[in-house]
């Protein structure tokens, strides 16, 4: 196999070949793009007789990666790769891991193995082949909202053979430089935040002025574009491709509605695809949208899934709707637009003020000075691009948010005589966090803002002067220390007045302090491998000095046993997801699957006792496996749907009344028979409740549903929002539209199918031109009742409808009218 690298991912796999010879590990730090994951697909080629261990966060990211590198290669694929996610290694049993024998190990997105449970399953793997080498490949080697830890530190000991930040390879032409609009999407509810603040404001003066920046930032952004202007200003590529980032599901159907109104004038009639973890169809939905080669606008609206790992180097542009204040899920959002090796210029519209955040496009600016600086330090030679464009379209709604923000804020100065005043009157600053002065100012909740800032785990900046000063009345950067020193203390003095530290869990000592509980705490810590930062080796030390009991009988199963009763008081049952963590820091869901397979396989650990057994029994412990207790579940909820319906033909997207999710759970059993791997005894239970393993006809069902509307309301004007037993009826109606004019690519509707849906009073023209149609026999009523279609500004009946006139008359003279429409108006004589 014969890999043509781009020259910088030469020189990376050059110096990373290099490393991995004489350190053995070495990481690439290069941003999305550029096209990481050759590199490792090189490594694989050269070195075909050994074997690699490929792992990375999700198989839909590897098999991108694939379908990329037989693009490149002509089919081709290297035959020594063992693909695993980090999810499966980490439920991998000893006996599994064992087996993979790797000669070398690839870390995708190696960032992610910071992951606490997934970083397990890479300690485990690394210290069973301490020999293997070891590639890293990740945009970014810092976990900003876990204490910045640099997973290159961690992982490789600093062993970075590439490393390259993003305004890099825009100064070296790398990646194209964007094309950078900065908008404004939803700003009421901001709005509506501050005036509760100034309402709580206890100074008048600060009422004042905060209410009149308020009212200035609320004339202006009144007048500012709306987001259907700025898209078709600056959407130029009218049959481009778009990726749309949304927060969660919830967020993107609110979105979806919008669509329509925000992009119809880029495209009336855009190409919308959906893509999120959760949905069975996001497959299908990625390839047809890379695959859609049409006129047409493209959009795909997606949840997470393409921050990282998969790209499409034809996309157009990035629009940002979901807040972020990860710098990580930033780039990686953004470098979805940015293709190593094109020329177009990308777009990136920023609906949701991402550039407001610390890491943002002001942090890629000073990256591409910084690299401008050392290149011409050099001569000059790599510099290929200095600059690109921003448009910002709120600067000036933004300068008043930050003029309003600071006219209510507390000053810092204050803050430090309110600490004084704590200091002075309790002689320390070990405040709680919920504290507040009789003045209502949040004290505490300031002080550890302070310590988080100090300590770099939060954004910020704190002067050499203002540490000064803090230090100047009391201020104790580390309360870990302190807490430690206090609890230590009174361990010793309990030591020395009873001689052992053998201490129940409930004793409070003389003082106050839960030094039974902290004991208790502290076994956990070391039995569970948790808050090693906190029970350093140093600190095991000094309490091995104590004669500190670690390890008393069934210690352990002891607290896990609590641990379990508490969740089972909470919650009602145990079924604890596998990943749960108790408050305490136990790994619960993991103790109890363990127990579970202890109990049914004996010889694997020690046996249970009957007392453990039963009580686990008194707190409803179920022993059956996950798959067991799924079924069991599901069948509860098609037996309840048998009962009242009298078959189980649901949609996918139905539910049960309370939430679980039916047409999915019957979805997956159809696929479960249909691979061979359905018990006999779950096969006959379906079809004890009506199961049909294949499906009944889709279109039919659809139509009766669609018919019994029509005799309810006596039309079909159904709304996109209209739902009915999980089935959207409106959206399926607009596909129908869509499918007969022939814009649903391989879906074709029967001419008995066409006769069915004229029988009803089907409107083949789309559903959002109802409106339209509206207008219009409001415009003939006016023309036949005064014999003119002069509409007046002021007429009563439809104040919009000269306005309306005028907007089609506009429409037409930028050839932006459907014909349909325009044929219509030159029958009553309003177009030239």
């Not at 070495?26 to 007789?49: E, M, N, R, W």
């Not at 619960?588 to 004996?602: A, D, E, F, I």
């Not at 650990?605 to 707190?619: N, V, Y």
């Not at 159809?670 to 079809?687: A, F, L, N, T, V």
Request: hydrophobic content about 35%.
């Amino acid at each position: 196999m014969n890999l043509d690298l781009f020259p910088h991912n030469k020189a990376a796999y050059h110096a990373a070949s290099r490393m991995l010879e004489d350190e053995g590990k070495a990481a690439i730090v290069h941003p999305t793009g550029t096209g990481k994951s050759f590199i490792a697909f090189q490594l694989c080629a050269d070195y075909p007789d050994k074997t690699v261990c490929w792992l990375s966060p999700s198989a839909y990211i590897f098999r991108t990666q694939l379908e990329n590198l037989t693009a490149v290669t002509g089919g081709e694929q290297p035959e020594n790769i063992h693909f695993f996610t980090y999810a499966k290694l980490m439920s991998m049993e000893p006996e599994e891991m064992s087996e993979i024998r790797p000669d070398y190990i690839i870390l995708d997105e190696f960032h992610r193995c910071g992951a606490e449970m997934w970083g397990q399953g890479v300690d485990r793997l690394l210290h069973m082949y301490p020999d293997a080498k070891l590639l890293g490949l990740s945009a970014t080697s810092v976990r900003y909202l876990d204490g910045q830890r640099n997973m290159a530190d961690e992982l490789f000991d600093g062993n970075v053979a590439s490393e390259m930040t993003l305004g890099e390879v825009i100064v070296r032409g790398i990646l194209p430089a964007p094309k950078y609009v900065v908008g404004l999407y939803s700003y009421q509810k901001e709005l509506e935040k501050y005036q509760r603040r100034i309402h709580r404001a206890k100074s008048r003066p600060t009422r004042d002025a905060a209410q009149v920046y308020l009212d200035a930032l609320r004339r202006k952004l009144e007048m500012a574009d709306g987001l259907d202007v700025m898209f078709r200003k600056h959407m130029t590529d009218r049959s481009g491709k778009y990726l749309v980032f949304c927060a969660n599901k919830e967020h993107m159907d609110e979105l979806l509605c919008h669509a329509s109104q925000w992009f119809g004038g880029v495209d009336p009639e855009p190409h919308v695809y959906r893509a999120y973890s959760e949905d069975p169809e996001t497959s299908q939905a990625f390839a047809a949208f890379k695959a859609d080669g049409s006129a047409h606008l493209k959009l795909l609206f997606c949840i997470d899934m393409l921050n990282e790992g998969i790209h499409t180097p034809d996309v157009s542009g990035v629009i940002l709707f979901r807040p972020t204040v990860s710098p990580t899920v930033y780039k990686q959002q953004i470098g979805r637009a940015l293709s190593c090796g094109s020329a177009r210029t990308p777009l990136i519209l920023d609906v949701v003020n991402n550039v407001e955040n610390l890491y943002s496009i002001g942090t890629i600016q000073e990256e591409m000075q910084a690299a401008i600086t050392y290149y011409r330090y050099l001569g000059g030679g790599d510099i290929v691009q200095e600059r690109f464009e921003i448009i910002d379209e709120v600067r000036e709604c933004r300068q008043l948010f930050a003029r309003l923000e600071d006219s209510l804020s507390v000053p810092w100065e204050h803050m430090l005589v309110c600490a004084a005043a704590f200091y002075r009157e309790h002689g320390h600053l070990n405040v709680p966090k919920q504290y507040k002065t009789p003045e209502g100012y949040s004290l505490g909740a300031w002080l550890q803002t302070q310590r988080r800032v100090h300590s770099g785990s939060v954004p910020g900046t704190l002067t050499e002067e203002q540490v000064r000063r803090l230090d100047g009345i009391g201020m104790v950067w580390d309360v870990q220390q302190q807490r430690w020193e206090k609890y230590f203390a009174a361990l010793k003095a309990y030591k020395g007045a009873y001689g052992d530290v053998d201490i129940k869990k409930d004793y409070v000592d003389p003082q106050g302090i839960a030094l039974g509980n902290w004991v208790y705490n502290l076994r956990g810590y070391r039995a569970s491998g948790l808050r090693l930062s906190y029970l350093t080796e140093e600190r095991i030390r000094q309490l091995d000095e104590l004669g500190f009991i670690w390890s008393k009988e069934d210690s352990q199963w002891e607290m896990n046993f609590q641990a379990a009763q508490d969740y089972y008081r909470k919650h009602g049952d145990l079924e604890v997801p596998a990943a749960y963590i108790s408050p305490d820091g136990l790994k619960l869901g993991v103790w109890l699957q363990s127990v579970r397979y202890n109990r049914k396989k004996p010889g694997k650990g020690k046996p249970l006792t009957e007392r453990q057994i039963a009580t686990l029994d008194a707190i409803g412990m179920n022993w059956t496996g996950k798959l067991d207790r799924s079924f069991a579940n599901g069948m509860v909820h098609a037996q309840e749907y048998f009962r009242a319906n009298g078959d189980l033909n649901v949609t996918r997207s139905c539910c049960s009344p309370d939430g679980f999710r039916l047409g999915e759970w019957v979805a997956n059993q159809r696929e479960r028979y249909r691979r061979g791997s359905m018990p006999e005894q779950h096969k006959k239970k379906m079809e004890s409740v009506g199961m049909v393993w294949e499906r009944p006809d889709s279109w039919n069902t659809k139509y009766a549903m669609l018919e019994s509307y029509y005799k309810t309301h006596g039309n079909i004007s159904i709304p996109s929002t209209y739902e009915e037993n999980g089935v959207w009826l409106g959206r399926w109606l607009s596909e129908q539209r869509q499918i007969y004019h022939g814009k649903r690519e391989g879906k074709h509707l029967t001419e008995n199918q066409i006769h069915q849906l004229d029988s009803l009073g089907m409107l083949w023209i789309p559903n959002n031109d109802t409106k339209w149609l509206e207008m219009f026999q409001s415009l003939v009523d006016y023309g036949n009742q005064n014999h003119n279609f002069d509409v007046p500004a002021d007429f009563e009946q439809n104040p919009r409808l000269r306005r309306w006139v005028q907007r089609q008359q506009s429409l037409y003279r930028k050839n932006s009218l459907a014909a349909w429409k325009a044929e219509k108006l030159l029958q009553l004589g309003l177009l030239p």
